[in-house]
Each structure stands twice: as C-alpha cells, then as structure tokens.
C-alpha cells in the first residue's frame, strides 16, 4: 500500500544542472499536485494536473516544467538549477478537486540543494 | 497579504494539557482541511469540515463559516503530538491555499 512514492528523497544539484523529480502514485487519482516548502512560508503551488495529459501553472511556476504522460506518474523537472530552488518539494494526490473537500495524499518530501 | 492566517506560530505543552490552535481565512470555501506535519517531514490529512465539529481520537476540529473560522483542539496532549499543523482551504476549485502553520511541542 505505497500511497504517493516520491524520488529520490534526497538531491545536491550545483547550479545549472537539471534533473527531474519522480512522483508516482497507485490510488487511481485524477489530480496531482507538486509543491515546495520553504522556511516561514505555507507550501505552495508549483503546478498541477487534473488528468493523465494536462498539467497548469500554480503559483510559483517558474523555472519548472511538468509532465503528466501516465496517470500515475508527475515529472517535476528542473532545467537549470538556481540556488533558489533550494527547498523541500512535495507531491500530492487526490481523488477529487480541492474544493469538493476530498484530502490530498502527500509524498514524503525531496530535500533538494542547489549549490 | 496570506488568505489562510494560523495561530499562534509555534506552541509549546506539557504533557496534559488542552491544545488549541487556531485558523482564519478569507476566502470563500467549501471545506476546509487540517494537516499533520510529523518532524521527520511526512504530511497527513487529519481533517476536512465544512461545517459544525468532527472528532477523531483526542483531536477536535470546529468551523464556523460565517466568522471564516476553524480550531483544531488536542484534548490530554502527548509528546507523540508534537508536530506542525498546518490549515489549508481550497480555491479556485482545484487548489489548496496553505496556511505558515503552528509548530506544537508536547513536554513530558
């Protein structure tokens, strides 16, 4: 009962490198979301899917590129890194929308460091 | 200007004693969600109300809609509740805004 697999759980990048988050999950759900978590701040959004295919730009899109290709899968790639993406990246799932007051499944988190 | 607004920041208790913290938001929504944050870094969902009170073991989560108001309550806190709660409401239909969330630390 794996729930929301995320890899690695642990990544030191220096700056300019890319590499891509893995977030995979086995609960059929429709939407998938990818967050980072920084010091003094709520998570927030960094982009989103609603379906196997589509993905959208959250709040801090930037710098971020996602692929939704299998339902179970969520690439979150980093074309090159920038210190300021330093942070802990979680993913999430969920059957439903948010507003229709069903949970979100978090992944464990990936520390990531640029240098 | 953060539309989901949690206090207080970070709490401390002994072992015991009655845990209240609290989440205000601005934004309309149809539920509101309460999360654990386990210090090894791990996030469960706890809860999802949109309106009166639902309990869950020694936690305790009330909403009142028109106030745009939720407490979480820990009755008889332990150790093992130490943690980071953090409140969340929806938005835009698809999305969660998350609150800073208040660091609770439970002293035996």
């Known amino acids: 009962n794996a729930g929301v697999t995320q890899t690695p759980k642990f990544r030191v990048l220096k700056t300019g490198q890319s590499m891509t988050l893995l977030c995979a999950q086995d609960?059929?759900?429709?939407?998938m979301y990818w967050y980072r978590q920084d010091p003094g701040m709520g998570l927030r959004l960094i982009h989103y899917?609603?379906?196997?295919?589509?993905?959208a730009k959250g709040e801090v899109p930037d710098g971020y590129n996602v692929s939704r290709l299998k339902k179970q899968n969520f690439l979150l790639g980093l074309e090159s890194a920038a210190p300021s993406q330093t942070s802990v990246y979680f993913c999430a799932s969920s059957i439903l929308r948010g507003s229709e007051g069903q949970p979100q499944h978090f992944g464990d988190g990936t520390r990531l460091s640029i240098l | 200007k953060n539309e989901v607004e949690q206090s207080p920041q970070n709490l401390t208790a002994q072992e015991g004693e009655f845990i209240t913290i609290n989440c205000s938001y601005s934004v309309g929504i149809s539920a509101l969600h309460w999360l654990q944050q386990h210090p090894g870094g791990g996030i469960v969902s706890l809860f999802m109300l949109s309106s009166g009170k639902k309990k869950h073991g020694r936690l305790i989560a009330t909403i009142n809609i028109q106030e745009k108001h939720s407490s979480l309550h820990i009755t008889a806190s332990h150790p093992r509740d130490s943690a980071v709660y953090i409140c969340?409401?929806?938005?835009?239909?698809?999305?969660?805004?998350f609150g800073t969330g208040t660091r609770l630390q439970v002293f035996p």
């Open positions: 899917s609603v379906g196997e295919g589509t993905t």
């Open positions: 969340a409401a929806p938005y835009n239909t698809d999305k969660l805004i």
């Open positions: 609960m059929n759900h429709e939407y």
